[in-house]
């Protein structure tokens, strides 16, 4: 079992800057894939806006690239946690959404219950 505890959201003018924290608990060591999503007012589905792999590999959101960066802290010892970091800059009224982590391994996908992002203009 994995947790996920997400924080950082709030409301942000347009043009400003964020950094969204996920830290993981539980069986950690098995985690490959960290990611943020998110899910915008009135859609259905969450997008993918950028996901790293377990060796730090980085992909991103087309809409996001060059605002958005991506970074995990991954657990060295068993007391540790596994932290996946979203740096967000250059708001758009368009990032408003609800943002999501989530984290994978062998056959399971976790995620975790979402932070608010606002952008006022």
């Known amino acids: 079992q994995v947790q996920l505890v997400e924080s950082g959201g709030g409301l942000v003018q347009l043009g400003g800057s964020l950094r969204l924290s996920c830290a993981a608990f539980?069986?950690?060591?098995?985690?490959?894939?960290m990611g943020w999503f998110r899910q915008a007012p009135g859609k259905q589905q969450r997008e993918l806006v950028a996901?790293?792999?377990?060796?730090?590999?980085?992909?991103?959101?087309?809409?996001v690239k060059g605002r958005f960066t991506i970074a995990r802290n991954n657990a060295k010892t068993d007391n540790a946690k596994n932290t996946v970091y979203l740096q967000i800059n250059s708001l758009k009224p368009e990032d408003t959404a609800v943002y999501y982590c989530r984290a994978d391994v062998p056959a399971k996908r976790y995620w975790g219950q979402g932070t608010q992002v606002t952008v006022s203009s």
């Open positions: 539980g069986s950690i060591f098995s985690i490959y894939n």
């Open positions: 996901i790293i792999t377990s060796g730090d590999s980085t992909n991103y959101l087309d809409s």
